[in-house]
């Protein structure tokens, strides 16, 4: 009877876990539409400015004053597109990637605590709760039961890597305490900007790009598929 009720909360919780994927898919596919979307529209009202002042200045013979009244500068307009493009998308991006990191620690303890009724966990949940790294101390929790393998936990490092980079060091390289760290998160970044360009240096900074989300919610997945073989 045991074993059947076991089963059937597996299968609930797998259904459940499945259309939260689902759900993280969606708002990610509508924040990046709506970026897409903004800088086109800038796209747009600087190539109306540009016919504008092209109009302007035939009706001048070739001549245009800039001290005139006259739209927004077309470099206001560059600049906006730039900082929409890059700016606050990556600020977007990063708050995309915090809340999914929150969604991966939070699935990890909630195996945990449910092998921890049937009496299989290797330490208590109490202790991958207060863990300084919640995935280190779950997959010491779930050794012998879930094989974390070698290609997905590096990805799920620097992630955390990364993870920790926005929220304790603000997003900037200054603010990193351990040279280690900043060293293994730049070589990171290095490795993941020649493979496919999702990612960049910015002076003390990181760009994210269109498509790191996705792949790292691909990665994030890819460990939610290792729970579901247990």
């Known amino acids: 009877m045991a074993t059947d009720s076991s089963q059937f909360w597996d299968n609930f919780e797998l259904e459940l876990l499945n259309e939260q994927v689902v759900l993280f898919r969606g708002y990610l596919e509508m924040m990046e539409g709506f970026l897409e979307t903004e800088v086109g529209n800038i796209r747009e009202q600087a190539t109306r400015l540009r016919r504008l002042r092209l109009e302007k200045m035939r009706q001048k013979g070739g001549q245009f004053d800039p001290t005139e009244d006259a739209p927004p500068d077309e470099a206001w307009l560059n600049s906006q597109e730039q900082m929409i493009a890059s700016v606050f998308a990556s600020k977007l ?3 995309f990637l915090i809340s999914l990191w929150a969604f991966l620690e939070a699935r990890l303890v909630e195996e ?8 299989t966990t290797k330490l208590p949940v ?3 709760i207060q863990a300084s790294s919640i995935i280190e101390k779950a997959k010491e929790c779930l050794a012998g039961q879930i094989d974390f393998g070698g290609r997905e936990l590096k990805h799920i490092k620097n992630l955390s890597l990364f993870r920790n980079f926005i929220v304790h060091a603000g997003g900037r390289f200054e603010n990193m305490k351990h040279k280690d760290k900043k060293r293994d998160l730049e070589n990171y970044v290095s490795l993941e900007r020649k493979r496919e360009r999702t990612l960049s240096l910015s002076g003390e900074g990181i760009v994210i790009h269109k498509g790191f989300c996705e792949k790292a919610l691909d990665r994030v997945e890819a460990v939610f598929e290792l729970l579901e073989k247990k």
């Open 126 to 128: 109490a202790e991958v």
């Open 112 to 119: 945990c605590r449910y092998r921890e009724r049937w009496g």
């Open 93 to 95: 991006r990063e708050s």
